[in-house]
């Protein structure tokens, strides 16, 4: 038993033995204590922000870009609200984040003392485990339990209360041990179940995602796929678990699915869903698979016990960790000369027309035609650069033209939140220096949480964020246009030069209108970002009428007024 130590002391030993080498935080009064321990602890980086929804942000793409739980550490009330878009996000992505609230003192506790919030109410409903803790000397019991919690069966976020009075407590205690990341693993019996319905199956299909996919499960996946000649489509906002260029690869049912994609999930016989939630987004509102009782034979394996059965009643539930499962399917005896094999082929010539320039820039030709910007950044760009992005119309140009081709690539929320990307990215780069990484936002995204561009540069975390500038939240607009024709409510913007805004913080900023100034932009934002070891931005002037790769403003005028609806005013 080492000597008595404070309460803040013990909690950060035990982040260390945890394995925690760097925090994401705001600072409060509430937490001094730690703040001091920390003074003393080289091991852990402190990466201090400005909004706490950039804490748990960036916890939760340290989480999913290295496996390893994310710690954010923010005070009581406000800092804690603050902090509720990242638990949220952590939950609908299923990342392991341990988010620390520094909270009242207990004597105060339930008076609504100042900036006093209940914390187990406040993160009840989405975090896996909420707990305040009242003694120092149970502090190691309940950081262990936490770190258990988050990393184990379909990971996700806990939140753990440390009022201020117990921080500064002493007490004699034995450090707890590290966590273990407890994954279940398929059974024979349910392996030779798979195997048999696929045997039977004439137009089967893959359909993976979910949190927890290592590079090694991917390779295995991309064995099983190859051996078994069968489609593998990614879920929405997964698109990194399998190699955009391999020809089994036909597509992501993702927001805005390819509707041949969507048409063949529907048609199938057999889906195997891995890893895959099924949620509202991948399943097209609960309609490609019809739920609860889906009309094709399902096969739904997932890491959390409590995920299977929740929405859909499969024909075949597997609890298992995705590593775990892909390993068992590489090596199970494939099946020969499968009758489904000339679809993969025709299902890959289906993803290849969907990549093609869209029909609409051809009819209405912009000065910026996105469709090439994505190709020049795929260019420009290592396979192994991570993109990043939050929520908005200028990310079905990301989603659905730039091919992402290694695993752990791809930082983008399935909970649809704005404001992840810039945070996000950040992270990503604070995490992984030698990637490049980039940051693809819109005007209402970016600044959402822009305010972040001044941690980028106190790290020197040289990130490039582009910058689709359409003066609208043009998502809400374009639903807007579908259900109120000509009605404009709340959906425009008035935006400050962004560019400038990107020097003010000391960042490089350029402003492109052309798509023929993109590429040099391009070139000049990347150098300058390496030789400054600074972040870069780069404006992107946005036509307004296309709202997306399939909406053009003209046209659903047109199509209002055909219906006899009013025309909608000039954007
Ligand atoms: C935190 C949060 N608030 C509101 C929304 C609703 N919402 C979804 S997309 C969007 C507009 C995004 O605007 P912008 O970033 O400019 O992208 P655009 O759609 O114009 O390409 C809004 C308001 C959301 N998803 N998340
Ligand atoms: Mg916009």
């Not at 916890?59 to 870009?65: I, P, Q, S, T």
């Not at 597509?251 to 016989?269: F, H, M, T, V």
């Not at 809400?476 to 003010?504: I, K, M, Y």
């Not at 870069?536 to 296309?546: F, K, M, S, W, Y």
């Amino acid at each position: 038993m080492s000597d008595s130590r404070s309460g803040a002391r013990i909690l950060v030993d035990q982040l260390l033995l945890q394995g925690v080498d760097r925090l994401f935080c705001v600072p409060g009064e509430s937490y001094l204590a730690v703040l001091d321990a920390l003074v003393d602890t080289p091991g852990i980086r402190l990466i201090v922000n400005r909004h706490e929804s950039a804490s748990t942000f960036m916890a939760g793409a340290y989480a999913r870009l290295t496996g390893q739980p994310g710690i954010a550490f923010v005070t009581r009330g406000p800092g804690a609200c603050n902090a509720a878009i990242g638990v949220h996000h952590a939950q609908q992505d299923s990342l392991p984040l341990v988010l620390l609230v520094g909270q009242a003192p207990t004597a105060v506790l339930e008076r609504e003392a100042f900036q006093e919030v209940e914390c187990r109410r406040l993160f009840g409903s989405m975090a896996k485990w909420v707990a305040q803790i009242d003694r120092a000397d149970r502090i190691p019991e309940f950081v262990a339990r936490a770190f258990q919690c988050a990393t184990s069966g379909r990971q996700g976020p806990v939140v753990l209360a440390l009022p201020e009075d117990v921080l500064e407590q002493h007490a004699l205690v034995r450090d707890a041990r590290c966590h273990q990341s407890v994954q279940a693993a398929p059974s024979d019996t349910q392996i030779a179940a798979l195997r048999r319905m696929l045997g039977r199956a004439q137009r089967p299909i893959v359909l993976v995602g979910g949190a927890g996919w290592s590079a090694a499960a991917s390779e295995n996946l991309r064995g099983f796929a190859e051996a078994n000649r069968l489609p593998v489509a990614c879920a929405f906002r997964f698109q990194d678990v399998f190699d955009n260029r391999h020809p089994n690869y036909v597509g992501d049912a993702g927001l805005g699915i390819n509707p041949k994609l969507a048409e063949r999930i529907r048609s199938a016989d057999l889906v195997l869903a891995l890893g895959a939630r099924l949620g509202e987004a991948t399943t097209d509102g609960y309609s490609l698979l019809h739920a609860p009782v889906p009309q094709q034979a399902l096969v739904h394996a997932h890491a959390g016990l409590e995920e299977l059965g929740r929405v859909y009643q499969a024909d075949l539930m597997i609890n298992s960790g995705m590593p775990q499962l892909a390993a068992r399917l590489a090596m199970m005896t494939p099946i020969d000369e499968p009758v489904w094999a000339d679809a993969v082929v025709q299902a890959r010539v289906e993803y290849s027309m969907w990549q093609q320039r869209p029909e609409v820039l051809r009819r209405h030709p912009p000065q910026l035609d996105l469709w090439q910007l994505m190709q020049q950044l795929r260019a420009a760009l290592p396979n192994d650069a991570i993109i990043c992005n939050g929520a908005g119309n200028f990310s079905i140009w990301l989603h659905r033209f730039f091919p992402y081709l290694t695993p752990s690539t791809q930082l983008a929320p399935t909970s649809g939140c704005m404001g992840y990307g810039v945070p996000a990215a950040i992270a990503a780069k604070i995490s992984a220096p030698e990637k490049t990484v980039i940051c693809v936002t819109g005007d209402g995204d970016f600044l959402m949480t822009a305010q972040e561009m001044a941690t980028a540069c106190q790290y020197n975390a040289a990130v490039l964020f582009l910058v689709f500038n359409n003066a609208m939240y043009g998502t809400v607009r374009l639903h807007q246009e579908l259900r109120f024709p000509g009605r404009v409510s709340g959906t425009s913007l008035s935006n400050p030069d962004f560019a400038q805004l990107a020097r003010a913080y000391g960042a490089s900023g350029f402003r492109v209108n052309l798509t023929e100034e993109f590429g040099p932009a391009l070139a000049e934002a990347l150098a300058s970002m390496r030789s400054r070891r600074l972040p870069a931005l780069i404006e992107l002037t946005c036509d307004p009428q296309l709202l997306s790769p399939s909406a053009h403003l003209d046209e659903l005028r047109a199509r209002a007024a055909a219906v006899g609806r009013k025309d909608p005013p000039s954007v």
